[in-house]
């Protein structure tokens, strides 16, 4: 069945240190794309999406590229800052059902 | 716009017991979906309703049930509570098949 990987974490950096989260997947036909983001105490917030191929999701200096050759869509960000602190969530919409499959979650910390 | 709500916030049960969690999604949006974050478990899709009716479920026993109301809105409904059912809640809803918008959740604790 469908699935997402995500590396494990939890991942400390330093503040404006560059950020990659690996996401990797595996579906069946053609899936919308999604990472969301979970500030401690607070619910889940869509951070970007992509919904084709080669598509670029962006939102607060974040990006991911759907790759379809790779079955990848990592999460990157230029320059951390504390704030940034969270748990990610690496998740896939199947077109048949729009149920979200998700990743386990990476918590990532971010050191001043 | 408002976002999706979700009531209560807290829901403290005892084992056995039922519990009724409430979801009312964005305005406009028709797609609601309910999902379990327990701890050390991830998330887990639970139910969704479109347009009243249930579409899909995920692998969770029948005393997981809900429903969802003309005006869109959605109750989820447990019963016989067990112990492992002590999770964070999460209400979502979608327009279209689109990005699904999360509420805040409701904790639900069984003690």
């Known amino acids: 069945g469908d699935s997402v990987t995500q590396m494990e974490g939890p991942v400390t950096l330093s503040e404006e240190a560059f950020l990659t989260i690996n996401c990797t997947y595996t579906?069946?036909?053609?899936?919308?794309l999604f990472w969301y983001v979970q500030y401690p105490g607070e619910g889940l917030q869509l951070l970007l999406k992509a919904t084709k191929a080669d598509d670029k999701g962006s939102n607060k200096g974040f990006e991911a590229t759907y790759r379809k050759e790779t079955t990848s869509f990592h999460l990157e960000k230029g320059s951390v800052q504390v704030s940034d602190s969270a748990v990610y969530f690496c998740?896939?919409?199947?077109?048949?059902?729009?149920?979200?499959?998700w990743g386990a979650g990476t918590k990532l910390i971010i050191k001043p | 716009e408002a976002g999706v709500t979700q009531s209560p916030t807290h829901l403290i049960k005892t084992r056995g017991q039922q519990a009724t969690l409430r979801c009312s999604p964005i305005s406009g949006h028709t797609s609601v979906y309910w999902y379990q974050q327990a701890l050390g478990l991830g998330l887990q899709f639970l139910l969704w309703y479109d347009e009243g009716e249930e579409r899909n479920r995920g692998n969770f026993p029948p005393r997981f049930s809900g429903r969802q109301f003309p005006n869109y809105s959605s109750e989820l409904n447990v019963n016989a509570l067990e112990l492992e059912d002590s999770a964070l809640y999460l209400c979502a809803s979608s327009s279209g098949g689109e990005a699904q918008f999360f509420g805040p959740g409701t904790r639900l604790t069984v003690l």
């Open positions: 998740a896939l919409s199947p077109r048949s059902n729009y149920q979200l499959i």
């Open positions: 579906a069946t036909g053609y899936p919308s």
